[in-house]
């Protein structure tokens, strides 16, 4: 009996499959075809064993459990084919994707984390159908990981105690991303940069990434003599000892121009430079060499990568909303920025100076927080939280007995009636201590509220004098800005009723502790970046808070990440 024509068979197993009504009987013709016609190998069998557990030891992290459900799906759409096998060979798209592990730091994230050192003995096991089996299912399982931690970061915000609200709704349909745009796709990068966060500076620190990969095999330069004392500090001259392996530094990293003569010694040139450094780093711009100065230049690149890629993670974790905060606080470096407009046309309509939370007391830290703000309040009380009365002003009072109206303090109840000043019910927080209203009081004249579980919110200052430091973490946890009225009138921009004489009438001399109410809430980031791209430049700052280094011990403990807490919510004030 001659065999039926190719395209007869093809017709006659589509009838097959449609009289069925089913995916079984879709997959049994297709099989059979591929058996009679030898088009292609069938892995099937083995694909179906590799997914009976989510489990396979052979990944760096075998457990895949969360994903188990989407990936069944995913190959049972594909009638249990495998998706980046053809022809015994991966397709184009697979090897796309394993470009993209390898490449994984590119895009702030880890190539280890996906296998990397596993794919080449992967690809040499192709021939057998138990290898082209695990090929396929462990791409799977790290590229539906890959597009996760791409769009959501990888750990989530709740484990480090803070506050960013809409973390819950990052979560993405990887499966249904692999399906639509990448294993039938013509440009998995294009695919893979679409489930990135898309905001200016993400981007901006993604490309300044880039640039740092790409020095770190170009640093050949010798680590400057170390200074020993912070208060010590060194006007540059020719005499300086490291002077040409500086000026090699500062031309690597850009503050100099690459045209500079490596060996021409200008000092003038030289100086000029290193107050550009010291410009990026958040360090006083004195043309000097000091403690951190020097500790700032030998820092590695490879830590600076790190930096990029931990600020980047961060970003992640914000949603579309956030990523376009309309106030955005960086607290490393000491800085608030207000944006107006939406998508491409969001920028930046000006900046100001902030005071943190103090980073030699953990309990003063200030969170990263993604919230609305919804009111603000004119001439504000000071409500001192209880642990900070216990704390701080019950030694105060017992060694000063008219302490606190000398302060300007005042006791009342937890209705806010007059009580006696009894440090007994102060210490037990049965009556508040509360800074009464004026120019005295430690919130100022004004303060902006997105009400958290951590008490944090901006507010003016009645120490200005600490607007002048370079670093500037001084607070019991809030955020104190350098000029409220300038952000008071921005926030009040659309209600006729506020202008900037009627907003210095409040503060001035108007009516204690008014609440005034925006027109709609508004978008609030506070946020910890210690790389962050200024107009195409990266700038660097010190993990005051150790938030980094948090960041990477979580992360090197591998999958699953944890999600509980590392530590109880603390209240912060002031």
Same mark, same amino acid.
């Given at each position: 009996?001659?065999?039926?024509?190719?395209?007869?068979?093809?017709?006659?197993?589509?009838?097959?499959?449609?009289?069925?009504?089913?995916?079984?009987?879709?997959?049994?013709?297709?099989?059979?075809?591929?058996?009679?016609?030898?088009?292609?190998?069938?892995?099937?069998?083995?694909?179906?064993?590799?997914?009976?557990?989510?489990?396979?030891?052979?990944?760096?992290?075998?457990?895949?459990?969360?994903?188990?459900?989407?990936?069944?799906?995913?190959?049972?759409?594909?009638?249990?084919?495998?998706?980046?096998?053809?022809?015994?060979?991966?397709?184009?798209?697979?090897?796309?994707?394993?470009?993209?592990?390898?490449?994984?730091?590119?895009?702030?994230?880890?190539?280890?984390?996906?296998?990397?050192?596993?794919?080449?003995?992967?690809?040499?096991?192709?021939?057998?159908?138990?290898?082209?089996?695990?090929?396929?299912?462990?791409?799977?399982?790290?590229?539906?990981?890959?597009?996760?931690?791409?769009?959501?970061?990888?750990?989530?915000?709740?484990?480090?105690?803070?506050?960013?609200?809409?973390?819950?709704?990052?979560?993405?349909?990887?499966?249904?991303?692999?399906?639509?745009?990448?294993?039938?796709?013509?440009?998995?990068?294009?695919?893979?940069?679409?489930?990135?966060?898309?905001?200016?500076?993400?981007?901006?620190?993604?490309?300044?990434?880039?640039?740092?990969?790409?020095?770190?095999?170009?640093?050949?330069?010798?680590?400057?003599?170390?200074?020993?004392?912070?208060?010590?500090?060194?006007?540059?001259?020719?005499?300086?000892?490291?002077?040409?392996?500086?000026?090699?530094?500062?031309?690597?990293?850009?503050?100099?121009?690459?045209?500079?003569?490596?060996?021409?010694?200008?000092?003038?040139?030289?100086?000029?430079?290193?107050?550009?450094?010291?410009?990026?780093?958040?360090?006083?711009?004195?043309?000097?060499?000091?403690?951190?100065? $020097?500790?700032?230049?030998?820092? @590695?690149? !490879? /830590?600076?990568?790190?930096? #990029? %890629?931990?600020?980047?993670?961060?970003? &992640?974790?914000?949603?579309?909303?956030?990523?376009?905060?309309?106030?955005?606080?960086?607290?490393?470096?000491?800085?608030?920025?207000?944006?107006?407009?939406?998508?491409?046309?969001?920028?930046?309509?000006?900046?100001?100076?902030?005071?943190?939370?103090?980073?030699?007391?953990?309990?003063?830290?200030?969170?990263?927080?993604?919230?609305?703000?919804?009111?603000?309040?004119?001439?504000?009380?000071?409500?001192?939280?209880?642990?900070?009365?216990?704390?701080?002003?019950?030694?105060?009072?017992?060694?000063?007995?008219?302490?606190?109206?000398?302060?300007?303090?005042?006791? $009342?109840?937890?209705?806010?009636? @007059?009580? !006696? /000043?009894?440090?007994?019910? #102060? %210490?037990?927080?049965?009556?508040?201590? &509360?800074?009464?209203?004026?120019?005295?009081?430690?919130?100022?004249?004004?303060?902006?509220?997105?009400?958290?579980?951590?008490?944090?919110?901006?507010?003016?200052?009645?120490?200005?004098?600490?607007?002048?430091?370079?670093?500037?973490?001084?607070?019991?946890?809030?955020?104190?800005?350098?000029?409220?009225?300038?952000?008071?009138?921005?926030?009040?921009?659309?209600?006729?009723?506020?202008?900037?004489?009627?907003?210095?009438?409040?503060?001035?001399?108007?009516?204690?502790?008014?609440?005034?109410?925006?027109?709609?809430?508004?978008?609030?980031?506070?946020?910890?970046?210690?790389?962050?791209?200024?107009?195409?430049?990266?700038?660097?700052?010190?993990?005051?808070?150790?938030?980094?280094?948090?960041?990477?011990?979580?992360?090197?403990?591998?999958?699953?990440?944890?999600?509980?807490?590392?530590?109880?919510?603390?209240?912060?004030?002031?």
């Amino acid at each position: 009996m001659r065999p039926l024509p190719r395209l007869l068979l093809v017709a006659a197993l589509s009838s097959v499959s449609l009289l069925a009504g089913c995916k079984r009987a879709h997959r049994m013709a297709h099989q059979t075809l591929n058996h009679t016609i030898g088009s292609e190998p069938d892995y099937t069998p083995q694909i179906q064993a590799l997914l009976t557990t989510p489990h396979i030891s052979d990944l760096k992290y075998p457990d895949f459990a969360a994903l188990q459900a989407p990936i069944n799906d995913l190959y049972d759409q594909h009638d249990f084919d495998a998706l980046w096998v053809k022809s015994g060979k991966p397709t184009p798209q697979a090897e796309e994707m394993l470009a993209e592990f390898a490449g994984a730091l590119k895009r702030g994230l880890r190539p280890q984390d996906y296998d990397g050192g596993k794919w080449q003995q992967r690809e040499a096991n192709l021939k057998s159908p138990e290898g082209a089996a695990l090929f396929d299912v462990a791409l799977t399982v790290n590229a539906m990981r890959f597009i996760s931690d791409l769009h959501a970061g990888r750990t989530n915000p709740a484990h480090f105690t803070f506050g960013v609200k809409g973390y819950d709704d990052r979560k993405i349909d990887a499966a249904n991303v692999l399906a639509t745009n990448i294993i039938d796709g013509t440009d998995v990068t294009k695919a893979l940069d679409d489930v990135e966060p898309q905001a200016a500076q993400f981007q901006a620190l993604k490309a300044g990434m880039a640039h740092y990969l790409d020095l770190v095999p170009q640093d050949h330069t010798e680590p400057l003599p170390v200074i020993d004392t912070k208060a010590k500090m060194l006007t540059l001259t020719a005499g300086y000892p490291a002077l040409q392996p500086l000026q090699q530094k500062l031309v690597l990293l850009g503050d100099m121009s690459s045209t500079t003569d490596p060996n021409s010694a200008d000092i003038d040139a030289i100086t000029e430079g290193l107050k550009h450094f010291q410009h990026r780093h958040g360090i006083a711009e004195d043309g000097k060499l000091g403690h951190d100065v $020097v500790e700032a230049l030998n820092t @590695p690149i !490879a /830590a600076r990568v790190t930096q #990029i %890629a931990d600020s980047m993670e961060r970003w &992640r974790w914000l949603n579309d909303n956030y990523q376009n905060a309309a106030i955005m606080v960086n607290l490393p470096e000491f800085q608030l920025r207000a944006y107006e407009g939406t998508g491409a046309d969001h920028h930046e309509v000006f900046r100001m100076n902030v005071v943190d939370g103090k980073s030699d007391d953990p309990t003063h830290n200030t969170p990263v927080i993604a919230d609305q703000m919804k009111y603000l309040v004119f001439r504000p009380y000071w409500n001192v939280p209880p642990s900070i009365a216990k704390k701080e002003i019950i030694p105060h009072m017992e060694k000063q007995h008219d302490y606190l109206s000398a302060k300007n303090y005042e006791t $009342v109840d937890l209705k806010g009636n @007059p009580a !006696a /000043a009894d440090m007994g019910r #102060i %210490a037990q927080g049965s009556v508040m201590v &509360r800074q009464k209203a004026g120019t005295t009081n430690s919130l100022g004249l004004v303060k902006f509220m997105f009400p958290n579980p951590f008490n944090v919110y901006l507010h003016d200052t009645n120490e200005k004098a600490l607007f002048t430091r370079t670093r500037r973490d001084y607070s019991h946890g809030c955020v104190r800005l350098q000029d409220p009225p300038k952000l008071a009138n921005w926030v009040l921009r659309d209600n006729p009723k506020w202008d900037e004489d009627s907003i210095a009438e409040a503060m001035n001399d108007g009516q204690d502790n008014k609440t005034v109410l925006l027109p709609k809430p508004i978008p609030v980031v506070i946020f910890y970046a210690t790389a962050w791209s200024d107009n195409g430049e990266m700038h660097f700052f010190k993990d005051m808070y150790s938030y980094d280094a948090d960041l990477e011990k979580t992360l090197d403990s591998g999958r699953p990440y944890p999600t509980k807490p590392m530590q109880v919510v603390t209240e912060k004030d002031a």
